[in-house]
T-cell receptor, first 113, second 114 residues
Framework: AQSVAQPEDQVNVAEGNPLTVKCTYS??????LFWYVQYPNRGLQFLLK??????LVKGSYGFEAEFNKSQTSFHLKKPSALVSDSALYFC???????????FGSGTRLQVQP | NAGVTQTPKFRVLKTGQSMTLLCAQD?????MYWYRQDPGMGLRLIHY???????AKGEVPDGYNVSRLKKQNFLLGLESAAPSQTSVYFC?????????????FGQGTRLTVV
């Protein structure tokens, strides 16, 4: 079985400050990890993914994520938050041989001006 | 470039009614998926398809049926709607079944069963 935990329902950060959205996972074999963002009344949009190699992955809109195998984590980060980053963020995992992604429960990011 | 298109975008059903949600993708993707999104629960997989003419059950398949008669279309059916099926439904597709391929999502269908 594979699972994802996003321990924070909501993260609040001031504009210009760094942000972190947490994600931990459980999977058999090598993990393939993804972050998606959902804006109001929209579908999910792909942000970035970790497949192999460098533990720091860079993605769209200035986001990056750090893969930590020993802590089974894949936290999403951004050095300087924008109000327009406010949205719902989902972490997802797919293990080797698995047919579909398993999603976390989502974290709402609120960036205050 | 439309990507993944879902119809309808909104629907209200009475308990016991039936309906079909249509998902169409124009990216020649092999795999297609139906998820439902409920508050605090993320997205849960209902059914998926690994190619034309194939379907398989996901995490929460009860009360739903699917068909993939054409590669570009994946239909989700509710035979007898129940209030517990009130949710937002998302269709997604991936080019292959490779674990490293990202999924592309439609804009969702908001279904309310009264």
């Amino acid at each position: 079985a594979q699972s994802v935990a996003q321990p924070e329902d909501q993260v609040n950060v001031a504009e210009g400050n760094p942000l972190t959205v947490k994600c931990t996972y459980s999977v058999s074999g090598n993990p393939y990890l993804f972050w998606y963002v959902q804006y109001p009344n929209r579908g999910l949009q792909f942000l970035l993914k970790y497949i192999t190699g460098d533990n720091l992955v860079k993605g769209s809109y200035g986001f990056e994520a750090e893969f930590n195998k020993s802590q089974t984590s894949f936290h999403l980060k951004k050095p300087s938050a924008l109000v327009s980053d406010s949205a719902l963020y989902f972490c997802a995992v797919r293990g080797t041989g698995r047919r579909a992604l398993t999603f976390g429960s989502g974290t709402r990011l609120q960036v205050q001006p | 470039n439309a990507g993944v298109t879902q119809t309808p975008k909104f629907r209200v059903l009475k308990t016991g009614q039936s309906m079909t949600l249509l998902c169409a993708q124009d990216m020649n993707h092999e795999y297609m998926y139906w998820y439902r999104q409920d508050p605090g629960m993320g997205l849960r997989l209902i059914h998926y398809s690994v190619g034309e003419g194939t379907t398989a059950k996901g995490e929460v398949p009860d009360g739903y049926n699917v068909s993939r008669l054409k590669k570009q279309n994946f239909l989700l059916g509710l035979e007898s709607a129940a209030p517990s099926q009130t949710s937002v439904y998302f269709c997604a597709s991936t080019l292959t079944g490779g674990a490293n391929t990202e999924a592309f999502f439609g804009q969702g269908t908001r279904l309310t069963v009264v």
